[in-house]
């Protein structure tokens, strides 16, 4: 009996030992299975914003006017851009402005993407990655519907991801035209690396009414017979330093602001500088409070600006953007560049600079500096934009951590 009963029990104690081991292993699959799902969405949603499946050519999304500086403009259209991609749309040509938003509000008047960059070309050299559109591609009965779109700090890169989502698997995807509304429409947060902006900004050819001036304007910094030239993006206007003791008194950072003194002793600390060097400054001539512009350079240094070098009458007849697109262009094909870290346009004249010099096989390091930042050794800081960088930090936000060490 006392037999029967430890063989019972062994046997009880068996299929316990089973049912454990079974029960481990289930729970082990199902984890399995949740991290592999979560993996394999993820995989398949990351893959969704490379996708280069072709965009389509009868379903359209709309934006409202695009505002803010030159440069911010730049990163709304690119942003724009983007979020018509992952739809799968065409992104119907949108309006850019002429001056900015808070000053001239009686000349806000929208200028087309058209009037300042070449529309073929873009499309040409986007080559299906993205595509812009006219309203002449619309048809006469197609349907049109609105999506407000979110801002601040409630409106989270979950939650633009989700709506975007069900924008493109839902019924709204059947409309013809999706029209984005709502209070700063692109200010949404940011899903695509910062060379997915780059491409888009390397489609942004000016037109060539305007390029034409830039070359004019950088022809006479060379009139002297000087082959070479530095550019400096001088952030001294009023409407800068405002923003920029702003700026540092919320991080906490005491390197965003600097005044026109700085400035001028950290560019005569370039290394390799070769003088006498033409310096061309390049300012926001309405906003400019500082008369002392050009006084004070260390000896060899012959800073010119706009009347200087006789090209105001290049610029005069032109609105705000298109001046600043001028300016952009001069300091783009400067030999040497020095601007502010915190600068959205310093940030984008270096990223430019960066990929023309990596696609011509030269060294990136050297050729651009940022004055706010003060190197190891002191002097001036050099400047590359971080080409991989996953988010758009360094070039519309501000950062004192720039890739090019001396």
């Keep these: 009996m006392n037999g029967l009963i430890c063989h019972s029990k062994n046997v009880f104690n068996a299929r316990t030992t089973v049912l454990c081991n079974l029960c ?10 949740t991290a592999v799902d979560t993996t394999f969405l993820s995989f398949t949603w990351t893959n969704s914003l490379q996708s280069e499946s072709p ?88 349907n049109q519907i ?7 700090r409630r409106w989270t890169a979950e939650r633009d991801l989700e709506q975007l989502n069900q924008i493109r698997s839902g019924d709204d995807d059947a409309a013809e035209v999706i029209r984005i509304t709502g209070k700063n429409p692109f200010l949404w947060p940011d899903h695509w690396p910062l060379n997915h902006y780059a491409k888009i900004f390397d489609c942004m050819v000016l037109v060539d009414e305007i390029a034409d001036v830039a070359s004019k304007v950088t022809a006479k910094i060379r009139s002297d017979g000087s082959p070479s030239y530095i550019a400096v993006h001088m952030r001294i206007e009023k409407d800068w330093m405002i923003h920029c003791k702003h700026l540092e008194q919320r991080s906490n950072k005491r390197e965003i602001c600097s005044s026109k003194d700085e400035i001028v002793s950290r560019i005569g600390m370039i290394p390799g500088l ?29 800073p010119l600006d706009k009347k200087t070098v006789g090209a105001w009458e290049l610029y005069e ?21 020095v601007g502010n870290s915190y600068s959205t346009f310093s940030s984008l004249v270096v990223l430019e600079r960066t990929e023309t010099l990596r696609k011509g096989g030269a060294k990136t390091c050297g050729s651009s500096y940022a004055y706010n930042l003060v190197g190891d050794d002191g002097g001036i800081r050099a400047w590359t934009t971080d080409m991989d960088a996953s988010d758009l930090q360094a070039i519309s936000y501000g950062t004192s951590n720039i890739s090019c060490h001396k």
């Design 274 to 302: 070769v003088l006498p060097a033409i310096v061309y400054v390049a300012v926001a001539d309405s906003l400019l409070e500082d008369q002392s512009l050009l006084k004070g350079w260390k000896t060899g240094l012959v």
């Design 146 to 152: 609105e999506i407000q779109k979110g801002s601040g």
């Design 55 to 142: 965009i389509r050519t009868n379903k359209f999304l709309k934006v409202p006017q695009i505002v803010w500086g030159l440069n911010n403009q730049k990163i709304a259209f690119a942003r724009a851009c983007l979020t018509a991609r992952l739809l799968n749309r065409t992104l119907l040509l949108p309006n850019l402005s002429a001056s900015l938003f808070y000053k001239e509000i009686d000349q806000l008047q929208p200028i087309s993407f058209d009037k300042v960059f070449n529309f073929t070309k873009f499309n040409n050299q986007c080559g299906g990655f993205v595509r812009l559109g006219r309203s002449s591609d619309l048809s006469k009965k197609g």
């Design 317 to 337: 007849p032109w609105p705000y953007l298109i001046r600043s697109a001028i300016d952009f262009e001069v300091c783009k094909r400067a030999d040497v560049f």
């Design 24 to 33: 481990l292993i289930l729970l082990i699959f199902l984890f399995l299975r």
